[in-house]
């Protein structure tokens, strides 16, 4: 008897260790309106969500079957979103004068906008507006830290909590105890 006592409470610590563990990561929401011009003279929206391994801190290219979710609408405006471009380096900028902001481009094999934010957008959570000039494309950029289960850890929970109904089940059944 003592030794399933022993033995139950060695589990339920072990999955008490382990189920803190989290692979932490950032979340990335956009919502953007490209501005009408000749190639989309009634404008267009995208959207899209991503959640990154960490904060992006580097010029990195994202496929669109790695995004969380995607979209793109306008009257007349017809595209599909082929990746995400978050770009430090913010190539499409003008001056090279700090600091720089960052540059979002939705390829989307149509337009191919720019959006561009404030040069901590990538790497501090908050939420930013896209610099304003005249025909700039407008949105807003959510950056939010996200906390997701390692699959592992929901594994040994799982395994612990299975083990420990067991368990339990056998000893009603050898002391005969029913329910």
């Known amino acids: 008897m003592i030794v399933r006592v ?7 610590g072990a999955i008490i260790a382990v189920a803190p563990v989290c692979q932490a990561g950032v979340l990335y929401t956009f ?4 501005t009408p011009y000749s190639g989309a003279p009634n404008g267009a929206h ?3 969500t991503y959640l990154a391994p960490a904060l992006i801190t ?10 969380s979710s995607s979209s793109v609408s306008g009257t ?13 380096s913010s190539p499409g900028w003008g001056p090279n004068t700090p600091p720089r902001p960052v540059q979002i481009t939705f390829i ?6 720019n959006f561009y934010f404030a ?3 990538f790497d501090t959570p908050g939420t930013y507006t896209t610099i304003s000039y005249p025909g700039a494309n407008t949105g807003t950029l959510t950056v939010s830290t996200a906390s997701v289960p390692e699959p592992s850890t929901l594994t040994l929970l799982v395994a612990g909590v299975a083990g420990l109904g067991v368990h339990r089940w056998r000893g009603r059944r050898d002391s005969g105890q029913t329910r």
Request: hydrophobic share 50%; charged share 15%; net charge negative.
């Open 6 to 12: 022993v033995a139950a409470v060695l589990l339920v």
């Open 31 to 34: 919502d953007g309106n490209i």
């Open 46 to 48: 995208e959207t899209f």
């Open 58 to 67: 580097a010029d990195t290219i994202v496929q669109a079957s790695a995004l």
């Open 76 to 88: 007349g405006y017809t595209a599909t979103v082929v990746e995400i471009e978050f770009l430090v």
């Open 108 to 113: 989307d094999n149509r337009a191919n906008p």
């Open 119 to 121: 040069s901590t957008a």
